[in-house]
């Protein structure tokens, strides 16, 4: 599937962002191969307690919005259960690769299975599963063909058209009634 062409403002802010991505990605292979040369051994960090503190909050916030929209049922959940399997999947690889050589050494790669890594899998099983049933219900839904893989969807960057909402029909536009945002004005 190709995607439709671009409207001019949006066609030149989408090869700027492309342009962004493409030097970034280039501008971490020097940066990796100068920290592998120039990174001390060992360092002491004096904000440590604040730097796991803030990325197990940040943890913590992505597993809580990931069981909320899941109890929700909102389709949400599948980006954030692979945000959240990714950042346990961080949590385990900094645990493990820290506590070398330390008295933590046995306790973290164990942990880092059991834990981390057994509920990112978990979750991760479970967005390709919600993907699976959102492709069988969209052929009980008699739409033609297979859905196309997600990499191959463009991106709407369409304006939607006047009069069409967000599945709650045109309530909300309609003066005396009351839609999702408050009476109609």
């Excluded at 945000?83 to 645990?95: E, G, H, M, S």
């Excluded at 979750?123 to 990499?151: D, F, K, N, S, V």
């Amino acid at each position: 599937m190709d995607a439709a062409p671009l409207p001019p403002g949006a066609a030149r802010r989408h090869r700027r962002a492309l342009r962004v991505l493409v030097v970034a990605c280039l501008a971490l292979i020097p940066w990796i191969a100068h920290l592998a040369m120039s990174l001390p051994v060992h360092y002491v960090a004096r904000q440590w307690r604040y730097a796991w503190v803030g990325f197990d909050a940040g943890l913590l916030a992505a597993l809580a919005g990931t069981a909320w929209s899941a109890w929700r049922r909102r389709q949400v959940v599948i980006p954030l259960a692979v945000a959240t399997a990714v950042l346990l999947v961080c949590d385990a690889w900094f645990d493990v690769m820290l506590a070398c050589g330390s008295r933590d050494f046995l306790a973290a790669p164990a942990s880092a299975l059991l834990v981390g890594l057994l509920l990112a899998g978990c979750l991760l099983l479970r967005a390709r599963r919600l993907l699976m049933t959102l492709r069988a219900a969209r052929a009980r839904a008699g739409l033609p063909g297979e859905p196309p893989p997600l990499h191959r969807v463009p991106i709407f960057l369409g304006e939607v058209p006047q009069g069409e909402g967000h599945g709650e029909g045109d309530a909300s536009r309609r003066p005396g009634t009351v839609g999702p945002r408050g009476p109609g004005r």
